[in-house]
Nanobody
Framework: QVQLVESGGGLAQAGGSLRLSCAVSTRTFNMWVVGWFRQQAPGKERELVAAVSYEGHTYYADSVKGRFTISRDNIKSAVYLQTTTLQTDDTAVYYC????????????WGQGTQVTVSS
C-alpha cells in the first residue's frame, strides 16, 4: 500500500511560480516511479505533466518543458514539482501518483491540490 499526500497548491499570477510537494508513505520508495498529473476540468482526461524515477530519470510533457522541474528526495520519500512562468492554461487540479518500476499504470493516487493561475 502506498499513500500520497499533495500540498502547495494555491493561487498564482501569470508569470509566477508555485512549488508542489508530494509526501509518499511506503517502505519501498526506491521501487516506485512518481509522477505529477493534472486535470484541467471535470471529465477531462488527466495529463501526465512530469515523472521521476528513483535514479532521477525524468520525463516532462512538452507543454511544461523548460518551465516545470520535478525532483525527488529519497531520504524524505518526497517528490516536488517546481512550477515557474505559470500560464492560465496551467490552472488545474494537480495529482501525484505512483507506479511500480517496470509497470505501465499508475496504481496509487493522492487526493489532488488545486492550482489556479490568474491573468
Amino acid at each position: 500500500q502506498v499513500q500520497l499526500v499533495e500540498s502547495g497548491g494555491g493561487l498564482a499570477q501569470a508569470g509566477g511560480s508555485l512549488r508542489l510537494s508530494c509526501a509518499v508513505s511506503t517502505r519501498t520508495f526506491n521501487m516506485w516511479v512518481v509522477g505529477w498529473f493534472r486535470q484541467q476540468a471535470p471529465g477531462k482526461e488527466r495529463e501526465l505533466v512530469a515523472a521521476v524515477s528513483y535514479e532521477g530519470h525524468t520525463y516532462y510533457a512538452d507543454s511544461v518543458k523548460g518551465r516545470f522541474t520535478i525532483s525527488r528526495d529519497n531520504i524524505k520519500s518526497a517528490v516536488y514539482l517546481q512550477t515557474t512562468t505559470l500560464q492560465t492554461d496551467d490552472t488545474a487540479v494537480y495529482y501525484c501518483a505512483a507506479k511500480f518500476r517496470g509497470n505501465e499504470k499508475y496504481s496509487y493516487w493522492g487526493q489532488g491540490t488545486q492550482v489556479t493561475v490568474s491573468s
